[in-house]
């Protein structure tokens, strides 16, 4: 791994795509949690490599695993993306009745793309505060701070 992320600062073709290969799927599902159109998806996937690789010179292994710095950069590239498009939405209880409805005769074990279809199918909001409440593990303050929001809002959208 350490070769690979040689070769990319040194703008090697070669073991940029060895890295994108590596990770690319990966970080769709990161990308496939905030945005549940498949071409918007793609296209988060797209601009988080791209900024990767102008990036990678900042990447420092001593703070962290590559992988992590990567899933960083997609959720802040889909946090732009769906801060540009205007999806944060205030609390409907319309929205809550729809979301909250559980099904008691569900089976206990759900597969990975049935959970992400579960996600996806929440309002974009209280999508995006469970991804990075739930999933991804911040604080709503920081998400409140990320999505120009107040904290009170991020709290009542995961609930």
């Known amino acids: 791994m350490d070769e690979l992320i040689a070769g ?5 073709a070669f073991s940029q795509k ?9 970080i769709l ?10 071409t ?3 296209d988060i996937l797209q601009e988080t490599f791209i900024k ?13 695993h590559f992988k992590a710095w990567l899933k960083r950069i997609a959720i802040n590239t889909a946090l732009r993306s769906l801060r540009s498009q205007a999806v944060i939405i205030p609390i409907q209880d319309s929205h809550l009745s729809h979301a909250m409805t ?8 759900f597969s990975e793309e049935q959970i992400l279809q579960l ?10 505060v469970f991804n ?8 709503h303050k920081d998400i409140a701070e990320k999505q120009l929001i107040s904290v009170q809002t991020s709290n009542s959208q995961l609930s």
């Open 119 to 128: 996600i996806q199918s929440l309002p974009v909001g209280y999508r995006t």
């Open 29 to 38: 599902t990161v990308c496939r949690r905030y945005e549940n159109r498949h």
């Open 102 to 109: 559980v099904n008691t005769s569900a089976p206990s074990e």
């Open 18 to 26: 060895q890295v994108l290969e590596l990770f690319a799927g990966q």
């Open 52 to 64: 990767a690789f102008s990036k990678i010179h900042q990447f420092d292994p001593d703070k962290g």
């Open 8 to 12: 990319s600062k040194k703008g090697k």
């Open 132 to 139: 990075l409440v739930v999933i991804d593990g911040y604080r």
């Open 40 to 42: 918007g998806a793609d």
